[in-house]
């Protein structure tokens, strides 16, 4: 009885071993999104340091996580199950889970857009307001603010479910936005902010001119990567390939320096316990996280993934399965290496992402794994570096050790299955782990936005598995609620919780945070009739060609006007889509004394409304291909003149008129209050000579600069994010005062 009985225990000890394998390859895809297009700042909150880290394009994102815009900064965001995703300034969400038939994600506050491009998947956006359910072939906006939320659909019917009022209300295409509190629902304009409707219609024209290069690469692929078939078109070929003793068929990249092999162009992060791969090559994401890679005839080939069995195409059967990076770890002394795998063989991991040959770890079945390194096929084609530079570097080829073979690695190299402690020493406590990008940032969300954060975290951990097909039944039996245009709602004003980096932790009573209306009109100035007004000079577009933003809100001290009329920056070495030049801007002498009240006042020049697109870090400039398409600068509405004409002041009862000494040197003039663009009445020279009339000016010698305009100092690059600062910037004209 008792041998029986461990008989017994043996058998349900062996059976519980294989079944993290097993399962493992039989449950299916994991959904996992990707971050597309990224403009200015998008930040990750990591739990497990509690702060947040810099994205960059191609990063990965699924349920749990977090992504927040910086005071400056979009986003584009695809899901392969045909969610689409776009979030604007200083907006947060947060996936609360993804399926097949179900996008859930939660727009905690700020502007963001979603399209439903799928055949039969729904979209759920929450707020802290309600929450707004699209079926395919829907689009809305979606503005949530501190104490009210506004919906706006853009094509076909969606529908908006309060929270307090449990009950539903529809929203159509054309017809006025629902506008929603706390308490009560009532009607918008159902309009929404041109710089971001411009910015949007930027990106749309992107991917219609994409799909029009689609090629082969869409006929090999599964369905929910054809959007992806340009990249594969414009980087690389198609070859028939022998391989496993048949002719397949494969991808190889052709726009790659000689050498070149997987794995390499990029970087390493920890992304829920397992190293992700962030590639920086055009194609990279799609053939770094499916398919698989295969060396063959002294060239290495990409092996697409096959959702289901193609008949007539040589392809070789590789499920549709989403992987971080499939390769094994190899390590000794202070170096440590990758391996890819060949597609039969096992990839460690501690996350179920699901597919064949993949085998879920722990920390206690870590130590049991035997690996014998010399067993990997493409074991002589290993990447090894420094420990050092493993968190460090974007790019390993630079840092590759050359000197390492495979005779060497089976000598004294040993085999992981995934990066741990034993693999770098005190990895666990080594924060640059998370790290996307070796990039500075100079801001981040304060901790206030965190409660938020738990909330949900809460709901995804109780387990729920929300199923499209249940939401639709549920939202069945909710009544239909009546608008009540009588109740005055306030459209969502946005607070901005981007805050210096190294404040994120201070008191939430010390000091406010920014307000600013999310989505409004687009204003213009009105004209003063006293002030002449010309085009924008030919050459000088306002705007970057095809990616146009939406207006920056003002920073902390900073009028709104002056955070709407802004300067383009000019094109940086290495920075390509940055084609503004900045306009040349007039700043007359500030009088010494203010004017009194009867004084009569000069007119003041049109403040245009000038759209700047963010900044693209620098690292991001060799990734701009998936940049909007080139378009036409948009117009703008008016500008101020390059030059003011001289003015006269007439006399003061008190003070005789004044002249200028030409004997005088031109000084630089301090502004600190002047708003950019303001012009100013003339400063009055240091010494007043009484009856005297103003000279008119004398043509200056030909070694002099021309008058009137002071020679333009080289402009400084402009951070994302940063006031305009007062007083004499870069790339200001000033007038000179008559020379001698």
């Known amino acids: 009885m008792k041998s029986w009985v461990v008989g017994l225990a043996c058998l349900f000890s062996l059976a519980v071993a294989v079944v993290p394998q097993s399962s493992a390859a039989d449950a299916p895809a994991v959904i996992v999104g990707r971050v597309y297009h990224i403009e200015g700042d998008i930040f990750r909150y990591v739990p497990e340091e509690r702060d947040w880290v810099a994205m960059v394009m191609d990063a990965p994102f699924g349920t749990e996580d977090v992504l927040s815009s910086g005071s400056w900064g979009m986003a584009e965001l695809v899901i392969p199950n045909g969610t689409g995703i776009r979030i604007g ?50 689009a809305f906006d979606i503005i949530v603010g501190d104490e009210s939320v506004e919906v706006v659909a853009l094509k076909g019917r969606v529908t908006f479910l309060h929270s307090a009022m449990e009950v539903k209300f529809d929203v159509a295409a054309g017809s006025p936005s629902i ?112 398919g698989n890679w295969i060396y063959a005839r002294n060239h290495w080939y990409w092996a697409p993934p096959v959702a289901r069995a193609r008949i ?47 085998t879920v770890v722990s920390n206690v079945s870590i130590a049991h794994i035997n690996i014998n390194v010399r067993n990997y096929t493409y074991l002589s084609h290993a990447v090894v570096v420094n420990r050092s530079n493993f968190f460090k570097v974007d790019n390993y080829r630079r840092v590759r050790l050359t000197n390492i073979n495979r005779a060497a690695i089976v000598k004294t190299y040993r085999a992981a299955p995934v990066v ?17 990008t070796s990039r500075k940032v100079n801001e981040k969300p304060h901790q206030s936005t965190i409660d938020r954060i738990k909330r949900n975290q809460s709901i995804i951990r109780q387990g729920r598995d929300e199923k499209g097909a249940a ?13 009540n245009d009588g109740t005055r709602i306030d459209q969502p004003r946005v607070t901005n919780f981007n805050v210096p980096a190294g404040e994120v932790n201070r008191p939430k009573g010390e000091g406010g945070f920014q307000r600013q209306p999310a989505a409004q009109p687009e ?106 398409l080139v378009r036409p600068p948009q117009p703008v509405q008016s500008a101020a003149p390059a030059t003011q004409p001289e003015r006269v002041l007439p006399a003061r009862p008190s003070q005789p008129a004044q002249t200028i000494q030409p004997s005088q040197p031109a000084q630089s003039v301090q502004q600190p209050a002047a708003r950019p663009g303001r012009v100013l009445p003339a400063q009055p020279s240091q010494s007043v000579q009484p009856m005297q009339t103003v000279q008119p000016t004398q043509p200056a010698p030909p070694a002099v600069q021309p008058e009137g305009v002071a020679p333009a100092r080289q402009s400084q690059q402009e951070q994302p994010g940063q006031p305009e600062r007062p007083g004499g910037r870069p790339g200001r004209v000033m007038p000179a005062r008559p020379g001698p």
């Open 89 to 138: 300034n200083s907006t947060q969400i947060q996936v609360i889970g993804l399926d097949a038939d179900l996008s859930e994600v939660d727009v905690a506050s700020g502007m963001a857009r979603f399209s439903n491009r799928s055949a039969d998947a729904l979209i759920k956006a929450t707020s802290p307001f309600g929450y707004v359910l699209a079926d395919p072939g829907t």
């Open 312 to 358: 007539g195409l040589p392809l070789l059967n590789i499920g549709f399965h989403w992987y971080p990076g499939r390769v094994s770890w190899i390590h000794t002394g202070s170096t440590i290496g990758w391996v890819p795998l060949a597609p039969h063989e096992t990839y460690y991991c501690r996350r179920r992402w699901g597919g064949p040959h993949t």
């Open 523 to 628: 204003r213009v100035m009105p004209k003063r009739p006293a002030q002449p007004v010309q085009p924008v000079p030919p050459g000088k577009p306002s705007v970057r060609p095809g990616s146009v933003a939406p207006e920056r809100r003002p920073q902390p001290g900073q009028s709104e006007g002056a955070a709407r009329v802004r300067p383009a920056i000019p094109a940086q070495p290495g920075q390509p889509g940055r084609s503004e030049t900045r306009p040349e801007r007039v700043t007359p002498a500030q009088p010494s004394q203010p004017a009194s009240p009867g004084q009569p006042k000069g007119p003041a020049p049109v403040q245009p409304t000038v759209a700047v697109p963010p900044t693209a870090p620098p690292e991001q400039g060799e990734r701009a291909r998936r940049g909007p």
């Open 471 to 483: 939401v639709r039944e549920q939202v069945k039996g909710i009544p239909e609620g009546k608008v």
């Open 179 to 290: 506008l929603a509190d706390r308490t009560q629902v009532s009607s918008g304009a159902g309009t929404t902010d041109p710089g971001w409707d411009r910015w949007n219609s930027a990106r749309d024209d992107f991917w219609a001119a994409k799909a029009r290069e689609g090629g082969r690469s869409a006929e090999y692929l599964p369905p929910d990567l054809r959007d992806e078939a340009y990249a594969l078109e414009e980087n690389g070929r198609w070859e028939m390939v022998p391989y496993e003793g048949a002719e397949r068929l494969f991808w190889q990249p052709t726009a790659v320096d000689a050498g070149w092999s997987p794995f390499t162009m990029g970087r390493w992060t920890d992304w829920y316990g397992d190293q992700t791969w962030i590639p920086a090559e055009p194609f990279g994401y799609v053939t770094h996280h499916y």
């Open 420 to 436: 741990s402690n034993t693999v770098i020493k005190n990895y666990t406590m080594n924060r640059q782990r998370f790290m996307y």
